[in-house]
């Protein structure tokens, strides 16, 4: 069956780019495979950012930091914030980098510049340059001559007098030292606590130490006169407020007197006032005059009510003389009465009644009895008359009471208005009197100032450099090469569109791989073109006419070496293909010049004789003739002859001794641009159709697809075609550019071969477990029974 007829479609369709296998997915076999091809590139960047680095040493002068600790500590003048009026809290972080900005600040800058006369100080105005920096430096002094600029072009300088030139250079030259201090010096917190570096790095560690220190001194200097000047200011301001408190507390005490004077609202010594006391003193009064009206009431009802009873009852009542004192007449009366009564009855209990000493005492018991009774009458008018002074005060205090209870409600409104005003002189007197004792403290304060600041670790002089650091850079300079040995790896592998490997062939085209041809020759090809498309003018080949020769001949010296067994696989590939066919026409093509052809077309048609079989070996690159040149052949009729001229091969061809190979050679005639009709034409048909009756295989090497449509136009001519590629060399989207652009072509390629092969880097390019990695156990099966004449060949 011919597959040689079958569309390409149906024989191996073209894979898509743009959905290769494993395209969703990282494929960490290819990135360990791109590692290995490019471990070199890798390693070589990495050993020239090593010796940069070295360089770099040894060309950086030494930088020495010195470094001074300082605590922002609470605690100095915790007695001076307890009355300061100016106290602030230093709490937050953002107070703390606020002192950070207080160091870095221009004007401490220009503080330390001063003191330690750094602008007059050449060791800092103009440091040792490291080469780097002198290279800028360079470019920069490069670009400013360009440019024109100069020292005469600063704004300022021009038309102006010596002197007046001179101080505005020395102002100048401060100010950049200013600048230069306040960009280099280094402050920064340590962790979360209340600590803060303060650090420079000089060349010369006294210069890093002495401005370390001048810079402690002057932040620390800095810190106790923002303290005094805080105060002062505080200060003025306290006495100015002073004054006008003084003079509000004033009009506020003198208003509350005038309200008061004004509503009559006099106070006694406890602050209450009179008219309260008043009332509260009549209230007293008629509680002790409503219980003596009453004390007096009880009494005279208790007289009256005896009087009008009758003498006898008088007498007998008990109530009489109890509220009596003993030396009363009406005590006496009683006691006379009672012992009166008393001796009647003893003498009536012995005399009798009629007894005249029994009368006289009844009549006199009488009399004392009416004396008695006289005595109560008086005693009860007595208490009915103090019963209504009694009563006539209890009246008359009420009245009192009434009087004074209106004028006190009148008094307690006017009270709340006063005491308004006192609340506002009493707030003004007291603001007045902590004012006072805040300016008396703030006084105070000024000739002893604290700062918040203390030293906790002053600088020192340094032993050791701080920068470079040799094993930072020697490692950054180890990364920084390595990175770009990766960048520059991780490029080649991008511009890397060539065939590498038969599973680029099969993949990349869709053609059959037929196998790899080892380069021939060694260095010298390397440094050569291949041999069958040098330019005719010689100028750039290299190899001698025998080594030419030689190279054509690989597959008979060298039978069962690797490349021979590449072209026998061909050789299978194409007689199964055309299995059916008595003669085959095989043309061996290639898409850019130099892969290459030439030389497999002269090796396959060798092998092929030198197995038996009737081969013909046309060379069909009739502009650039290079099989003919490589086998030395100088024959006066080639192919275009026989073609023109109506000939049979038998007319022009050449037979070799050893292998009965017939070559038709191609002799260049000028510039003969007509090549591609000629090899389309009838006479080139009638030519070929000749040879198949003599030859099993006819092999043709043609030209180069790519410049010239030679190759095309002697393709319906052909069975089918072997292209060659040159490893690491032909790009792959031209050779299937190409073959999509030429179908009629495509379905003749049988399968390609990768010529020029570099077994040693071959094994980088090939996947895990894929046979490019296996060359090295079986090559040497190759080199054992087939390199019998490696170095004749050569």
């Known amino acids: 069956m011919n597959y040689a007829n079958f569309p390409l479609d149906k024989r191996m369709p073209l894979p ?73 809290t230093m709490q937050t972080d953002a107070s703390l980098l606020s002192q950070i900005e207080i160091l870095t600040s221009a004007r401490l800058a220009s503080v330390v510049v001063d003191k330690l006369k750094l602008d007059q100080n050449e060791a800092f105005m103009n440091p040792p340059q490291s080469a780097l920096a002198k290279g800028v430096g360079f470019l920069r002094g490069v670009v400013g001559y360009f440019r024109g600029s100069s020292a005469d072009d600063i704004p300022g300088l021009q038309n102006v007098d010596e002197a007046t030139r001179q101080a505005m250079i020395k102002t100048a030259t401060h100010d950049y030292a200013v600048l230069k201090l306040q960009s280099e010096v280094l402050a920064q917190r340590n962790g979360r606590s209340y600590v803060i570096s303060i650090g420079y790095q000089a060349p010369d560690p006294a210069l890093a130490t002495a401005i370390t220190k001048a810079y402690a001194d002057a932040y620390l200097a800095d810190q106790l006169n923002a303290s005094f000047d805080a105060t002062e200011r505080a200060a003025l301001w306290l006495q100015g407020r002073l004054t006008e408190l003084r003079e509000s507390s004033q009009q506020a005490a003198m208003a509350v007197e005038k309200f008061r004077a004004e509503h009559g609202l006099s106070a006694n010594s406890d602050g209450q006032l009179l008219s309260d006391k008043q009332l509260a003193d009549l209230n007293a009064q008629l509680i002790v005059a409503q219980a003596d009206t009453a004390r007096a009431s009880a009494r005279y009802q208790q007289y009256k009510a005896i009087v009008d009873s009758g003498s006898e009852s008088a007498f007998n009542d008990s109530a009489i003389g109890s509220d009596q004192p003993s030396s009363s007449v009406i005590i006496a009366l009683k006691t006379r009465y009672l012992a009166i009564a008393k001796r009647l009855q003893d003498v009536e209990t012995n005399f009798g009644k009629d007894h005249p000493q029994a009368v006289a005492l009844t009549k006199e018991k009488a009399d004392v009895s009416a004396q008695i009774f006289g005595q109560l009458k008086q005693l009860t008018e007595s208490y009915r008359n103090d019963f209504e002074v009694a009563q006539a005060r209890e009246t008359a ?38 004012f006072l004792s805040r300016y ?164 396959l048609a060798g092998l092929l004789a030198a197995n038996g079989a009737r081969t013909l070996l046309i060379d069909g690159d009739l502009r650039n003739p290079g099989l003919s040149r490589s086998l030395g052949m100088e024959a006066e009729q080639g192919l275009m002859e026989a073609v023109v001229n109506g000939q049979t091969w038998q007319s022009v061809g050449k037979v070799d001794r050893q292998t009965k190979l017939a070559i038709i050679p191609a002799v260049l005639r000028g510039q003969f641009s007509h090549t591609s009709e000629l090899l389309g034409s009838a006479g080139m048909r009638r030519f070929i159709e000749n040879a198949k009756e003599t030859f099993e295989y006819i092999i043709v090497d043609l030209p180069p697809l790519g410049p010239v449509v030679d190759a095309k136009a002697f393709a319906p001519l052909v069975d089918s ?74």
């Open 16 to 88: 898509n780019t743009d959905q290769e296998k494993g395209e969703d997915f990282i494929d960490v076999e290819r990135l360990l495979g791109m590692a290995a091809r490019q471990a070199k590139v890798v390693a070589v960047c990495a050993i020239i950012g090593l010796f940069l680095g070295v360089i770099y040493l040894q060309t950086t002068p030494k930088q020495y930091m010195s470094v001074a600790s300082v605590l922002i500590d609470e605690g100095l003048n915790k007695v001076v914030d307890d009355i300061s009026a100016a106290s602030q």
């Open 397 to 434: 205090l009420r009245d009192k009471i009434s009087t004074a209870a209106g004028k006190s409600s009148i008094d307690n409104q006017s009270q709340v208005k006063l005491k308004e005003l006192d609340q506002q002189a009493q707030a003004l007197t007291t603001l007045y009197q902590t």
């Open 440 to 603: 008396e403290e703030a006084s105070q304060q000024q000739s002893f100032p604290v700062g918040k600041v203390r030293i906790i670790s002053d600088a020192t002089m340094p032993l050791t450099a701080s920068s470079p650091r040799t094993m930072r850079v020697l490692a950054l300079s180890l990364v920084l090469g390595l990175m770009l040995g990766a960048g520059f790896g991780g490029l080649n592998e991008f511009n890397e569109r060539f065939f590498r490997t038969g599973e680029d062939i099969r993949d990349r085209v869709g053609l059959k791989f037929l196998g790899y041809l080892p380069t021939i020759g060694g260095g010298k090809a390397k440094e050569a073109k291949a041999a069958d498309d040098l330019p005719v003018d010689g100028k750039v080949a290299s190899l001698s006419a025998a080594e030419k020769r030689a190279r054509m001949r690989v597959s008979i010296d060298a039978p069962a070496s690797m490349f021979a067994e590449t072209l026998r696989n061909a050789k299978i590939a194409f007689d199964v293909v055309m299995e059916d066919r008595g003669s085959r026409v095989i043309g061996v093509i290639s898409v850019l010049p130099g892969e290459g052809k030439s030389t497999v077309a002269a090796n």
């Open 721 to 794: 075609f072997v292209l060659v590629a040159e490893w690491g060399r032909t790009p792959r989207k031209m050779v299937r550019s190409m073959l999509e652009s030429e179908p009629y072509i495509a379905n003749k390629v049988i399968g390609a071969v990768l010529n020029k092969v570099d077994l040693k880097k071959l094994a980088k390019y090939g996947s895990l477990g894929g046979s490019e990695r296996f060359f090295d156990r079986y090559s040497s099966y190759y080199l054992e029974k087939s390199e019998q004449r490696p170095k004749q060949a050569a």
